[in-house]
Antibody, heavy 122, light 106 residues
C-alpha cells in the first residue's frame, strides 16, 4: 500500500525559498504510469494544483506559479521535492503531495499525503 | 486553462437525504472528470474517477455521471461522515484544475 508523507519547515520568511519533501513508501517513484504531484490549499479556500513530475522526470507546472516553482525527484531516497522561490504571505497554505495514476485511460490522484502547513511570515 | 464551476457552493441537508452536486467545465473534457471529498484537517480522498467509476473502497451511495461539459455527483442516504467539502477536478489536460468546492452542511 503506497503512502506519502510531506516534510519541511512550517515557517518561511518572505522572499525566501520554500522547500518541501514528499517521501513515498510502498512503491517506487520510478514506476511507469505515475505522476507525482503537489497541491495546496490556502486558508479557507479551495484546492490549487501546483504541478507534477512523471516517473521519467518530465514536469508540468501551474502557469500561475511556473516562474517560481520546481519539482524534482530523488530516486535514491524515493522522494520528490517542491521548491517555491520568492515566497510571500500569499503562499501560506497547507501543502499536499499526491500520486496521480492513469487507470482506464483516466488520470486521477488516488493517494495523498496528510498535508503540511506552511506559513510565510517574518 | 480549463475552468470548472461547481454548484451549489454550499448545501444544507439531513441524514438520509439524497443530494446532487453539479460541475460544469469551460470546454468539453469527455469523461476526464474526478470527484474528491475533503474533510477539514485530513487528506483529500478520491471518490469517483472517469466521471462515473467508483474508487475502490468508496461506499456505493456515491455515484457520478456526465460527459462533455456537465457532470454530477450524487450522494444517497447521507451519513454523518459525508458532511464535508467536495471538489471536482479535470484531468483532460494540464494544468489540472479543481472546482471551487461544495460544502455539505447538516
Amino acid at each position: 500500500q503506497v503512502q506519502l508523507q510531506e516534510s519541511g519547515p512550517g515557517l518561511v520568511k518572505p522572499s525566501q525559498i520554500l522547500s518541501l519533501t514528499c517521501t513515498v513508501s510502498g512503491g517506487s517513484i520510478t514506476s511507469a504510469g505515475y505522476y507525482w504531484a503537489w497541491v495546496r490549499q490556502h486558508p479557507g479556500k479551495g484546492l490549487e494544483w501546483i504541478g507534477y513530475i512523471s516517473h521519467s522526470g518530465n514536469s508540468y507546472y501551474n502557469p500561475t506559479l511556473k516562474s517560481r516553482v520546481s519539482i524534482s525527484p530523488d530516486t535514491s531516497k524515493n522522494q520528490f521535492s517542491l521548491t517555491l522561490s520568492s515566497v510571500t504571505a500569499a503562499d501560506t497554505a497547507v501543502y499536499y503531495c499526491a500520486r496521480e495514476r492513469l487507470q482506464y485511460q483516466v488520470a486521477h490522484m488516488d493517494v495523498w499525503g496528510k498535508g503540511t502547513t506552511v506559513a510565510v511570515s517574518s | 486553462d480549463i475552468q470548472l464551476t461547481q454548484s451549489p457552493s454550499s448545501l444544507s441537508a439531513s441524514l438520509g437525504d439524497r443530494v446532487t452536486i453539479s460541475c460544469r467545465t469551460s470546454q468539453s473534457i469527455s469523461n476526464y472528470l474526478n470527484w474528491y471529498q475533503h474533510a477539514a484537517g485530513r487528506a483529500p480522498k478520491l471518490l469517483i474517477y472517469g466521471a462515473s467509476t467508483l474508487q475502490s473502497g468508496v461506499p456505493s451511495r456515491f455515484s457520478g455521471s456526465g460527459s462533455g461539459t456537465d457532470f454530477t455527483l450524487t450522494i444517497s442516504n447521507l451519513q454523518p461522515e459525508d458532511f464535508t467539502t467536495f471538489y471536482c477536478q479535470q484531468s483532460y489536460s494540464p494544468p489540472r484544475t479543481f472546482g471551487q468546492g461544495t460544502k455539505l452542511e447538516i
